[in-house]
């Protein structure tokens, strides 16, 4: 089916909406709303609204619409790209769309599927699904969703929801806007592969619901998208083709595509996802391991043998270069509760992280095929650490989210003396083939110019983070050459410019590295469909074209 | 060779349970087991001396259910050369008493030339702290508790340790074989290899049973316990609190703000400031 005819939606009283008026007043009592993780700051919203449901929702949209005020969205603020900071405007959170709806089973495809407001944080998701309790079910007065609940706790397996960014205070909602991967994506990919269904409220106020399976493109690349009062607008999608990397840039499209994978990793600049839909899988013991090595190609090697093996099933694969290892060295000698893990071992010049499944009651072959490739490699599997008890893998886990936090306070601390500065921290993938030359790129370039740096992340995808931490402005010229450099070897090379952070406000320069301005013009046409005024989330993805 | 034995439990992970409040049984849902912190510490000390001497021989003990081999294949990971599970029906619903009567005997039947026992101070499910004491009354050797350093004289004849009072750190000797209870201090916890984890599996973990040892079933499980738990049950909320609902934000502080200060919370804090 191409066609899709979105629904009217009830619609409450705009009056009775929470609100603040006025930037002042949303900066002095509601400052949070304005910034985000990119610690991008607004200047101009002159709004904030946070309606309790769908009805206030389209009034909200409704009222702002017929001033031609536009709308940027937020849930959890926690993106690295400004998304949701607002460039003029009225702010909309969706905080109060935290409630978990049901869990059903679905028998098609013999998956359990959870359905939750876009506010629920996968932290809170997490927590539930451990323990099987859901407050919200809980109190539920449906029967059926009470039937179904109530089958799910008798289950004999526990189940998880794979994706994990990093930062699991994140929202569904949001996780779902900007398509959000994290270590597990190597075996699991990212957050499209597990998303059933969305519910998306249009800038027209009407609403869609969209279960993955039932509208596709059609043969000429089209979809055809129907109001209440009958009027058609004809989709057409981008024709480009996207890298075969992890990609967070620009939005997705193939031939005969599903439509909801347009809306996943749109940025929220075609429609206001309200529910999804998620797939859950079964939980099982995990083994961490963190094999520490000789040097940093060391590393880039053996990541090219673990992932070409078959035999092994790993989780993630995550690095840590030589020098973040120093740099954790200096933590963990300066506070060594914060790191809680043991020295860092003076032979450790480089790590790999991963994980893997883990039988306490097997003899696990597997990871005896996991010692001898490390030692095929010239590597020593004892100088390794390993953790299977759940709260020895929380506190690597912990461990392996520590590298990203202690940059962010050095580059904290440097601002106080010199307030521009700011984090540089890279965010793109290659294909396999390149990984070594990506690697050696990075470092050649980074240690010319003697700047401090460090690089971790999910080398599995062949996507590390380099940060480069500026000790002044001109390092942070350097190393902002060094990026787009850096960006423009990636698409060389067939990759991504943004493979999980986006684009947002503060990485449109990249885009136009990637795709052709035709290309760019023909995802305009995409917004264009869907939100002809340009009113939801201003300046990202494409420059701001209705703020002052 | 010097034998250290090492007792060790295997514990809910407590940071996760919850208690029913209608039923008062422990909502047991998603919580998973692990080695006891404390026991763990033991352990580390253990694994520690043994470092400096490969004379010595390293065993963990541990009494439960079957699945209480994973605990004892972490001791493994972490050090241990020998692991011993004490699993039977007749064990079940043991206290304090039972389970100290159950290990003495063990370590007197199976390692009677043992020469140092430590135990985790306490276990975080029952926090009794009282088993590591009643083994070394059982076994009638002088026991130092609450230890965070633990090392053996050179002359191999003595044991001396650091230990936590509520006054300062005290440091103690005792004569050999002597039983010494382990907390935190200054320990970081370890984490073993994957060399290690492998090997861990290939050991055997011995299994002993009631009918392996020569014991007194009088004095074993729920029939040798002293003490029972009647209920378990969350400690009651304050009757006195109060939650403010749905309002805004500066509101709620001015009304928190107000009750700080008639209440005359503020004052001591406000003159510590100074």
């Known amino acids: 089916m191409h066609t899709i005819i979105s629904q009217p939606a009830s619609r409450a009283d705009f009056k009775t909406v929470k609100r603040i008026d006025g930037y002042e007043a949303i900066k002095t009592d509601y400052p949070i709303y304005l910034t985000d993780e990119s610690k991008l700051v607004s200047t101009d919203a002159n709004h904030l609204f946070i309606p309790r449901d769908e009805a206030e929702l389209v009034a909200v949209i409704q009222a702002m619409s017929a001033q031609s005020i536009p709308i940027t969205i937020a849930g959890s603020r926690t993106g690295l790209v400004g998304g949701s900071v607002p460039a003029c405007g009225a702010i909309v959170s969706l905080e109060r769309f935290d409630r978990v709806e049901s869990l059903f089973f679905d028998e098609d495809h013999q998956e359990w599927v959870l359905r939750a407001g876009a506010y629920v944080s996968l932290k809170s998701l997490e927590a539930m699904l451990k323990s099987k309790r859901f407050p919200d079910l809980e109190k539920t007065e449906d029967a059926s969703v009470r039937r179904s609940y109530e089958r799910f706790k008798a289950d004999a397996d526990t189940y998880l929801y794979p994706p994990d960014p990093t930062e699991m205070s994140a929202s569904l909602g949001g996780s779902v806007v900007t398509n959000a991967s994290g270590a597990r994506t190597f075996r699991f990919g990212a957050t499209r592969n597990w998303v059933r269904g969305l519910r998306v409220v249009l800038a027209n106020g009407e609403f869609i619901d969209i279960p993955r399976g039932k509208y596709f493109a059609s043969e000429e690349g089209t979809f055809e998208i129907v109001n209440t009062a009958g009027e058609r607008r004809t989709l057409t999608i981008p024709d480009y083709r996207l890298p075969e990397t992890k990609c967070a840039a620009g939005f997705f499209t193939a031939p005969g595509m599903d439509l909801i994978d347009l809306f996943i990793g749109s940025e929220g600049v075609l429609g206001i996802v309200t529910q999804v839909d998620v797939a859950l ?220 952070h986006g684009i947002g406000k503060i990485k449109q320069n990249f885009l136009a590295l990637m795709f052709t301005p035709e290309q760019i013009s023909q995802m305009q046409h995409v917004k264009a469909v869907f939100d002809p005024d340009y009113l939801l989330n201003p300046g990202d993805l494409f420059p701001c074209e209705v703020c002052a | 060779m010097k034998k250290i034995v090492v007792c060790v439990k295997q514990v809910p992970e407590v940071t996760d349970v919850q208690v029913d409040p209608t039923t008062g049984t422990l909502l047991r849902e998603g919580v998973q ?242």
């Open chain 1, 281 to 500: 899988i079964k939980s099982e013991p995990k083994i961490s391991i963190v094999q520490f090595l000789e040097d940093d190609y060391q590393a880039v090697r053996l990541t090219a043998s673990l992932r070409s093996d078959q035999r092994i099933k790993l989780d993630f694969l995550e690095f840590y270069s030589g020098n973040a290892l120093n740099l954790l060295r200096r933590v963990q000698a300066e506070a060594p509760s914060t790191v809680n893990m043991p020295p860092i071992p003076d032979e450790a010049r480089s790590a790999l992280f991963f994980e893997l499944n883990y039988d306490s009651q097997s003899n696990n072959d597997h990871l005896v095929l996991l010692q001898e490739i490390i030692r095929q490699h010239g590597a020593d599997p004892a100088l390794s650490w390993a953790a299977h008890e759940p709260r020895e893998l929380e506190r690597f886990k912990v461990f392996r989210h520590l590298l990203p936090e202690t940059v962010n306070s050095i580059i904290a601390e440097r601002k106080k003396s010199i307030p521009k500065l700011h984090k540089l921290g890279t965010d793109l993938a290659v294909p396999d083939d390149h990984l070594m030359d990506i690697w050696t790129h990075y470092q050649e370039n980074c240690d010319a110019l003697n700047l401090e740096w460090v690089a971790f992340g999910h080398i599995g995808n062949n996507h590390i983070h380099v940060n480069i931490l500026p000790r002044s402005i001109e390092e942070l010229n350097q190393g902002l050459e060094l990026y787009q450099l850096f960006a423009q070897k990636a698409v060389e090379w067939g990759g991504a410019v943004s493979a999980e």
């Open chain 2, 33 to 274: 087991s692990i080695l006891n912190p404390f026991c763990e510490y033991a352990l580390d000390h253990a694994a520690r001396i043994k470092q400096a001497d490969a004379d010595i021989e390293v065993i963990a003990i541990c009494m439960g259910p079957p699945q209480a081999e994973d605990a004892l294949r972490r001791c493994l990971e972490l050090g241990a050369d020998r692991a011993i599970l004490l699993t039977d029906r007749k064990f079940a619903g043991a206290d304090t008493w039972a389970t100290a009567y159950t290990l003495a005997e063990v370590i007197r039947q199976l390692i009677p030339d043992f020469t140092l026992i430590l135990a985790g101070k306490q276990a975080i499910d029952g926090d009794t702290a009282q088993v590591g004491p009643e083994i070394a009354e059982i076994l009638g050797l002088p026991q130092i508790t609450y230890g965070t350093n633990v090392n053996l004289t050179a002359d191999g004849r003595r044991v001396q340790v650091k230990r936590e009072a509520e006054h300062g750190i005290e440091v103690l000797d005792a004569a050999l074989p002597a039983l010494v209870t382990i907390t935190k201090g200054e320990t970081q916890r370890r984490a073993p290899s994957l060399d290690a984890v492998i090997d861990a599996h290939r050991k055997n973990i011995e299994i002993i049973t009631a009918g392996d040892l020569s014991l007194d079933e009088e004095k074993l499980g729920l029939k040798g316990s002293y003490t029972q738990v009647v209920k378990v049950f969350p400690p009651p909320t304050k009757k006195d609190s109060r939650v403010l609902k749905d309002l805004e934000p500066a509101e709620a502080a001015r009304e928190i703000f107000s009750f700080l200060k008639e209440n005359h919370f503020l004052e001591n804090n406000r003159s510590g400031a100074k």
